[in-house]
């Protein structure tokens, strides 16, 4: 009993602290290759060439995060849209990379639709009664009654799931964050928010 619990205390560790380490860690060598790739052009600015290494380097890290920046403020008029359409195309035709990079893109779509789009997490029982799903509010429909848009999102690809237009009423509310929520079905459950279990069991006795 006292080795499962230990062990049980060790993996949960785990699970917080490696998404957190692997996280800084991609993000570190990201920039260190494409600052580095940017480094030759940075030195060869000639008020820059008797700098030190480290500022140079630095220089190109700040330029980086410019270009990357411009890049959004370029992907959001008429031509950026075509021409990142026109570079999309490309990537998904392309034998082995394709699939690495349908992979990355719907992840990211994922965190930016959760943070825009979805307005609370809810509970509903579907696919049929005494069995709850979560599903993520998308828009409130004011009429004679008032509905909710929901996305229930799959497991374990969270980009996908079915669109529902449900009765407000029928619907329970339940205290999780969006992000906790996006967590909880992307990981089948196994990255569970705490106190999970009493937020789910106050409400409307479930």
């Not at 052009?41 to 890290?61: A, C, D, E, G, R």
């Not at 789009?117 to 009429?143: C, D, H, W």
Request: aromatic share 10%; proline share 5%; with cysteine.
């Amino acid at each position: 009993m006292f080795r499962k619990t230990v062990r049980n205390q060790f993996l949960t560790g785990l699970s917080v602290i490696l998404p957190v380490v692997l996280t800084f860690y991609i993000c570190a060598i990201m920039f260190k290759m494409m600052g580095r790739i940017l480094l030759p052009f940075v030195k060869n600015i000639p008020v820059l060439q008797n700098m030190p290494s480290l500022i140079t380097y630095i220089i190109s890290i700040i330029a980086l995060v410019v270009i990357i920046w411009m890049i959004g403020v370029m992907a959001r008029n008429f031509i950026g849209k075509r021409f990142l359409k026109f570079t999309e195309s490309i990537m998904l035709k392309a034998p082995i990379l394709n699939h690495i990079y349908e992979g990355i893109r719907q992840i990211v779509q994922t965190i930016a639709v959760s943070k825009t789009a979805f307005q609370r997490v809810v509970m509903i029982e579907y696919p049929r009664k005494g069995i709850y799903s979560l599903a993520f509010v998308t828009n409130v429909i004011e009429g004679k009654k008032k509905l909710l848009s929901l996305f229930v999102s799959t497991t374990p690809n969270p980009t996908s799931g079915y669109y529902l237009i449900v009765p407000e009423e029928n619907t329970v509310s339940i205290d999780l964050t969006i992000e906790e929520g996006m967590k909880l079905v992307a990981s089948a459950g196994i990255v569970t928010p705490e106190n999970l279990a009493e937020k789910i069991s106050e409400k409307r006795g479930v």
